[in-house]
């Protein structure tokens, strides 16, 4: 599994991903100040799921045709720590009943939500 940090995922998650070993690029230090589009062709080209705690993914998904086949999770969560968006995702990828491929994940506080790409 690949995953691609948007800018407002906090770089601590991102150092904590690669610590674990997980395969993750973060657009802070690879392409930053890039516009949404270009991340999610980005994510589309390098088969990666997108991390962000930009809702407006959800938008170019749906009302613009985008189909990341590796999936998009967004976070929407009101308060947490740099760390967090990390744990969540180290969390996730040991669940067996749960997969990202062509799904627009939102997590908020207390729930996880799934919906087809």
Do not use: C, W
């Given at each position: 599994?690949?995953f691609?940090?948007?800018?407002?995922?906090?770089?601590?998650s991102?150092t904590?991903?690669?610590?674990e070993?997980?395969?993750?690029i973060s657009?802070?230090n690879e392409c930053?100040?890039?516009?949404?589009?270009d991340?999610?062709k980005?994510a589309?080209?390098?088969n990666?799921?997108?991390?962000?705690?930009?809702?407006d993914?959800?938008?170019l998904i749906?009302k613009?045709?985008y189909?990341?086949?590796?999936g998009?999770i967004y976070?929407?969560i009101?308060?947490?720590?740099?760390?967090?968006?990390a744990?969540?995702?180290?969390e996730l990828?040991?669940?067996?009943?749960?997969?990202?491929e062509?799904?627009f994940?939102v997590i908020d506080d207390i729930s996880?939500?799934?919906r087809?790409?």
């Open positions: 599994m690949k691609l940090a948007n800018e407002n995922v906090p770089i601590k991102v904590i991903l690669l610590e070993g997980i395969d993750i657009v802070i930053p100040s890039v516009a949404d589009e991340v999610m980005l589309i080209k390098e990666r799921t997108i991390l962000t705690f930009d809702r993914y959800g938008e749906y613009h045709g189909k990341p086949m590796a998009v976070f929407r009101k308060s947490f720590n740099p760390e967090d968006p744990h969540i995702v180290m990828i040991q669940r067996k009943d749960i997969s990202f062509k799904l994940t996880i939500r799934q087809k790409i």
